[in-house]
């Protein structure tokens, strides 16, 4: 499927709704607490088998990122909604089959193997495309359409919760649940493979070169990206951002409840899914505020905020979280804010190191640490709150550990961050190859091709050439 080339006076502002169609959609992955009581219930699950198919998800979601991004980039942004679009509704109509036969295994292949791969292509599917339509503002642009994917879950929750309601919460309820879900999304991701739509291409002129090389600025290619100090550091930066972030999300219910249950004005269950949905909002704003926001001040300053002041958050809920209940829920939303803003701004990070050529594939090998988080951050807190509910602790005391260990993912992720550098000029890519030595690794028209340190710490004011600036 050859990707849709824009007709002359199309506007790049159809673009952002078409990725959201799509990243409200599989958003749907942070709504699966919805399924886990009945689904508990109807087949004698354990808490952590009824997190199995979640889990599955986001690890898929990080591995077929990684592995597909390379196809994602050579067949275009339709191609790689459509797969998302089978991917993502097949395993809901896979997961119908089980619950309708109460075969578990069905439910955790399908929404977490064939979904998760639905997940991670879906995912990046719209990222490069946005970038190049956006050139002058990439943060805005990645954060609107992966603000969907935090926001997915404020409507799936009611949605899917009603429904349970209403075909009840047995297998034959949840079955028909996940079958909705399954068509319905089917429907409306379609919606984005229509309407996307890439950048024409600048005219070349003859003589000039093609490829890679007619692009202006640092250009590096997925393969050498690997390669680079710039790459793991930031990969280091995202999984520690994530794991902390993951963390609090994952516990959010049963967290507060805790930490408030022996005061005078303990959390009801009702009090604490309304927590649940406002930490969803704050995910979703702070991927397009955040995001935004690096635009003006630069990737790796709004990055020094999300680490350094999402510590300090951690280190006052657990010093006085117990103490005032607007003040856990401010440092809860804050600290939200900044993991959806982490994912946002990702993009755009890349995009500055390592330029548009093949930024999608690079963002695809970048999300593997989702991948590690998904897994690390919610066994962090639950391993630590139930060895201390094991030792006789109760309260607050069943999360001090595990929020000290977020402090210093954070420290560590700070100092990573801190770490980044322009990439050496041997990485960068003229005609398409990797090139080395003195003088080489320049592109075609873009001086020196190295960005020195202040661009990397606020917005690069100059375009990429990849596309015209449309307007």
């Known amino acids: 499927m050859s990707p849709p080339v824009a007709s002359p006076g199309w506007s790049r502002w159809l673009v952002p709704p078409a990725a959201l169609s799509v990243h409200l959609s599989i958003g749907q992955a942070y709504a699966w607490s919805v399924f886990k009581p009945p689904l508990e219930s109807a087949l004698g699950l354990s808490g952590t088998q009824s997190a199995l198919p979640f889990q599955l998800g986001i690890v898929m979601l990080g591995l077929s990122a990684a592995f597909g991004g390379t196809l994602v980039e050579r067949n275009g942004p339709r191609w790689a909604m459509t797969v998302a679009l089978c991917c993502f509704s097949s395993g809901f109509l896979i997961s119908a089959l089980g619950a309708a036969t109460s075969q578990y295994w069905l439910i955790v292949f399908g929404y977490g193997f064939i979904g998760g791969i639905g997940l991670g292509i879906g995912y990046i599917s719209p990222v490069s495309t946005l970038i190049k339509w956006f050139p002058d503002r990439p943060g805005m642009a990645t954060g609107i359409a992966i603000m969907g994917f935090g926001g997915g879950a404020l409507i799936a929750s009611p949605w899917s919760a009603q429904m349970l309601e209403s075909f009840g919460g047995d297998t034959s309820g949840i079955a028909y649940a996940f079958l909705v879900h399954g068509l319905a999304y089917a429907v409306f991701m379609a919606l984005g493979v229509l309407l996307i739509r890439v950048p024409r291409p600048p005219a070349v002129s003859e003589g000039a070169p093609a490829g890679p090389a007619a692009l202006t600025g640092v250009q590096v290619s997925a393969r050498s990206a690997l390669r680079t100090?710039?790459?793991?550091?930031?990969?280091?930066?995202?999984?520690?951002?994530?794991?902390?972030?993951?963390?609090?999300?994952?516990?959010?219910?049963?967290?507060?409840?805790?930490?408030?249950?022996?005061?005078?004005?303990?959390?009801?269950?009702?009090?604490?899914?309304?927590?649940?949905?406002?930490?969803?909002?704050g995910n979703m704003a702070g991927r397009i505020g955040w995001s935004s926001l690096s635009d003006v001040i630069g990737r790796k300053n709004v990055y020094r905020l999300y680490l350094g002041i999402g510590a300090l958050m951690y280190l006052l809920i657990a010093w006085v979280g117990d103490t005032s209940k607007p003040l856990f829920v401010i440092c809860a939303l804050v600290i939200l804010s900044f993991y959806g803003g982490g994912f946002a701004t990702a993009p755009a990070y890349l995009k500055d190191l390592f330029g548009t050529y093949q930024v999608g594939a690079i963002h695809g090998r970048l999300l593997?640490?989702?991948?590690l988080a998904g897994v690390l951050g919610p066994l962090i807190v639950n391993w630590v709150a139930d060895r201390e509910e094991a030792a006789g602790k109760s309260g607050p005391g069943l999360y001090g550990l595990s929020l000290t260990i977020m402090i210093g993912l954070l420290v560590v992720g700070f100092v990573a961050n801190e770490l980044i550098r322009p990439v050496d000029a041997r990485h960068h890519v003229t005609g398409g190859a990797p090139t080395g030595g003195a003088g080489a690794g320049k592109v075609h028209g873009a001086g020196s091709g190295t960005p020195d340190g202040e661009t990397l710490d606020r917005k690069t004011e100059e375009t990429d050439g990849t596309a015209p600036r449309p307007q």
């Open 229 to 281: 100090p710039q790459f793991w550091c930031l990969w280091i930066v995202l999984c520690m951002n994530v794991t902390a972030g993951i963390g609090i999300l994952e516990k959010a219910a049963p967290m507060i409840t805790d930490f408030f249950k022996e005061t005078s004005t303990p959390v009801s269950i009702s009090a604490a899914a309304g927590f649940v949905a406002l930490l969803s909002a």
């Open 368 to 371: 593997t640490a989702w991948s």
